[in-house]
């Protein structure tokens, strides 16, 4: 009835109910749907309305973008679930500090695009467009796993080899 402790990866529910551990690991992975389904959402309104009806077909009524819209979250689902099945597991570091990066690079542009008109936009682009080669260079350069005394650096070097 009661667990001595349950680990997944490295989350720990320690001495808690074996039941209650399920229906957590459950909220977990309900939690992290979530924010995926909404980014799957938004993907599909951009390419429908900014894309499909700016470049492609300027006279679409609503329901061939809704079509569009419906096709491309689709796309955007089954490309993380492939991306989530079959990539190796031992890249998810890079790929969460890459993604980091790359929020990092792109605030300011955005920021500083949208609320001020001092900066040139050509000048926004070019400083964007260096932050993400640079950063996306140096992620892809070298092992960001610094030995500091941290527990959960060695099972990541381990998921890694």
Wanted: glycine share 8%.
């Amino acid at each position: 009835m009661y667990a001595t402790g349950a680990v997944s990866g490295f989350f720990a529910v320690p001495y808690t109910i074996l039941w209650f551990t399920g229906v957590a690991m459950a909220a977990i992975t309900i939690s992290a749907l979530v924010p995926a389904a909404i980014m799957s959402i938004a993907a599909a309104n951009l390419v429908s309305r900014n894309i499909y009806r700016e470049f492609v077909k300027p006279d679409a009524n609503s329901r061939q973008e809704l079509r569009v819209s419906r096709v491309t979250s689709f796309l955007v689902k089954f490309g993380a679930l492939a991306f989530v099945l079959f990539l190796d597991r031992r890249f998810a570091p890079e790929f969460q500090l890459l993604g980091g990066v790359w929020i990092v690079q792109t605030f300011p542009a955005v920021v500083f695009g949208l609320y001020t008109r001092w900066f040139h936009p050509g000048a926004l682009l070019a400083g964007w467009a260096t932050g993400m080669l640079s950063g996306t260079l140096t992620n892809s350069a070298g092992d960001y796993l610094a030995d500091v005394g941290d527990p959960h650096v060695e099972p990541i070097r381990e998921l890694r080899r």
